[in-house]
């Protein structure tokens, strides 16, 4: 199977969300689509009410229309894109609303305005009323950043005092947030590859 071309696919680990998008804006180049055709390529595993409620919720907000064109009963409805966004997923729930932007999004964008900061600082001025921070999470996320190269460290934490950061500007890679897998490794999708690998001490060494 030839690859997809890179305006069509973003690099890395994919969600459903972002599969199931790669996918309609790939058949929408070719013409049109149904649910049955973004189901199909997600696997037997997944159930067809995922891509029909994500479809439901991109029609309701403008960025799928069904098509007009008349159809013999039990056909299924074809749609194309309406909106075209660009290689990033929409995040709407079902009913068309946007969802708020994940966490590390929120705190990868803050970082870059706030010049030296604790985890709690960043926590809070990344955090909205739709969608607070906690200063766990924040200190997680600048923890890998640090480890990874993109945070410089301002000042060292000791009892009662907060580590202070500052984003170093050349490692500023793009508008996406660097996430944290499932492995506990450090994945830059602007990138494209993994930037920090976490290493699991064990009593007999490094495993």
């Avoid at 690859?3 to 996918?23: C, F, I, N, Y």
């Avoid at 055709?37 to 029609?59: K, N, Q, T």
């Avoid at 075209?84 to 929409?90: H, K, L, Q």
């Avoid at 990868?108 to 709690?120: E, M, N, Q, S, V």
Wanted: hydrophobic share 35%; with cysteine; glycine share 8%.
């Amino acid at each position: 199977m030839s690859r997809k071309p890179v305006h069509l696919a973003a690099a890395g680990p994919k969600s459903d969300r972002q599969a199931m998008w790669e996918t309609m804006r790939r058949l929408n180049a070719q013409g049109e689509f149904t649910v049955r055709d973004v189901w199909l390529v997600m696997g037997p595993e997944a159930p067809i009410s995922r891509p029909r409620d994500y479809m439901e919720g991109l029609e309701r907000a403008g960025y799928i229309k069904r098509s007009d064109a008349p159809r013999k009963p039990g056909q299924p409805v074809p749609f194309h894109l309406a909106r075209d966004i660009g290689v990033e997923a929409p995040r709407v729930r079902r009913n068309g609303t946007e969802l708020p932007p994940p966490g590390r999004e929120q705190l990868w964008r803050t970082l870059k305005i706030l010049g030296d900061f604790t985890a709690a600082e960043l926590a809070d001025a990344a955090s909205t009323p739709a969608s607070p921070i906690k200063r766990t999470t924040a200190e997680e996320y600048c923890h890998y950043l640090q480890q990874a190269g993109y945070l410089g460290i301002t000042r060292e934490g000791s009892p009662g005092i907060a580590t202070r950061y500052r984003l170093i500007p050349s490692r500023w890679s793009g508008p996406k947030a660097p996430m944290i897998q499932r492995t506990k490794n450090l994945f830059d999708p602007n990138r494209g590859e993994v930037v920090y690998q976490h290493v699991t001490h064990t009593e007999g060494g490094e495993a």
